[in-house]
């Protein structure tokens, strides 16, 4: 495979080929961002003042496309601190002071704003206050059950909706590789097809634009027995939500559904696109793997590449401490898992959350809520710290099974 090398601000990217050696190879390509970059962007003004002491208040605004979960972390002089505070759970180091939202502010559609503020013992204005965010980058789940159903003019297709961590916004059609439709229902009516064997293909979308895999459906075809040929010709870049993959789309006999994406065998995805947004990966060494996969659940060979990145000299390339004390409380249709805060030499930016290996969420606060199924018993997860150049921390994890009460 050729190899290739970045130099960039926070340090070197150095694509490995299969010997264990981790040689310095020539050619550039692409460049990581150095820091995040701003997704939404935070006002502060002081809303009354008295002699020592103060009123303030800080706006959030989402300025990308997608729904954002904020964060706001700023400093307070010497002398001034948080005396009481509302619309935002604060957490105070030092000096320093990070705020995510409450339950019902903590998410901003796109274009959306929300308000949260403190009153001040001191009369020291907030300093360096910056935004974050938690980008929306996990694609919806596939539709379900794709079905035909006939009448005597029509065909409509139907299929159970997906699900997805913020919210499915629409659905595309496809018959064979042309787009018939986009609906945001879950069915579309077509007039009846002519006697012919036809493929059809049906993905869900969110509101950031990630794709699901497709359902695939062929009306009286043959069973699939032939896996897809692998994807080819993985590319690497930076985006403002974090690290980009792209891919060379695979072949496959009838359709192909979608890709399995794994970094350090870490699963993210699938979705059906030919590329796809990780969260941020800070520094070391990096396996990537993607597979295709067909409407029957054949699987490709991988594509696979190896990666080190390297910090420069002036980076951040420590990781923040293991979160602590995970645990977990039960109701009857849902389950709340937290943990301890982490901590970092220069901030946690926020948790990234596992079943297994599946990645699920990346959260800013020290919470992660899921439904719980009736009569489910047996529950796990495992949860990381990121600070905002990436590096991780080791895993927390839990898994228990508890005894179901008398007559559940």
């Known amino acids: 495979m050729a190899a290739t090398l970045a130099s960039i601000d926070m340090g070197r990217i150095r694509v490995l080929g299969r010997a264990a050696a981790l040689a310095v190879l020539a050619a550039a390509v692409v460049g990581f961002a150095a820091t995040p970059a701003r997704a939404a962007t935070v006002a502060f003004e002081r809303q009354s003042t008295w002699n020592g002491g103060y009123v303030g208040a800080f706006t959030v605004t989402n300025d990308t496309a997608a729904p954002l979960t904020w964060r706001v972390e700023f400093d307070l002089p010497a002398g001034t601190a948080v005396a009481t505070s509302w619309s935002g759970r604060f957490t105070r180091t030092g000096e320093h002071y990070a705020v995510v939202g ?3 502010n903590a998410t901003l559609a796109a274009g959306a704003a929300t308000t949260f503020g403190f009153v001040a013992q001191g009369d020291g204005d907030p300093q360096n206050y910056r935004p974050g965010g938690t980008p929306d980058l996990r694609p919806p789940t596939a539709p379900g059950n794709l079905r035909t159903v006939l009448a005597p ?11 997805d961590n913020v919210a499915v916004t629409a659905y595309e059609v496809y018959l064979g590789a042309s787009l018939a439709a986009t609906v945001t229902g879950t069915e579309y009516t077509m007039p009846t097809p002519p006697p012919a064997i036809f493929t059809y293909r049906v993905r869900a979308l969110d509101a950031a634009g990630n ?9 009286g075809g043959p069973p699939d027995t032939v896996a897809p040929g692998a994807p080819t010709q993985l590319r690497f870049g930076s985006g403002a939500q974090g690290t980009t993959l792209g891919w060379t789309a695979a072949t496959d006999n009838v359709a192909v559904a979608g890709y399995h994406v794994y970094v350090n065998g870490e699963h993210y995805g699938p979705t059906s696109s030919t590329g796809l947004t990780v969260p941020r990966l800070g520094f070391g060494t990096f396996a990537f793997r993607v597979v295709a996969f067909d ?7 991988a594509l696979a590449v190896a990666v080190a990145i390297d910090p420069g000299p002036a980076s951040d390339a420590r990781q923040p401490t293991v979160p602590a004390n995970l645990r977990f409380a039960l109701s009857a249709t849902a389950v709340t898992w937290s943990w301890d805060a982490s901590t970092d030499n220069v901030g946690v930016a926020g948790y990234q959350v596992f079943k297994d290996a599946d990645w699920i969420a990346d959260v800013p606060g020290t919470t ?7 009569g489910r018993t047996t529950f796990s997860l ?3 710290a990121f600070d905002a150049t990436g590096n991780k921390s080791a895993f927390a994890s839990l898994a228990v099974v508890v005894d179901p009460l008398p007559g559940s």
Not at 153 to 163: F, H, I, K, N, P
Not at 295 to 301: F, N, R, W, Y
Not at 368 to 374: F, L, M, S, V
Request: charged residues 20%; positive net charge; hydrophobic residues 40%.
């Open 211 to 219: 794709a699901s895999p497709f359902a695939v459906i062929t009306p």
């Open 102 to 104: 409450e339950s019902w």
């Open 295 to 301: 409407g029957a659940g054949l699987q490709s060979p």
């Open 368 to 374: 992660w809520t899921e439904p719980r199924a009736p």
């Open 382 to 384: 495992r949860v990381r």
């Open 153 to 163: 003019t029509t065909m409509t297709l139907r299929w159970d909706a997906s699900a």
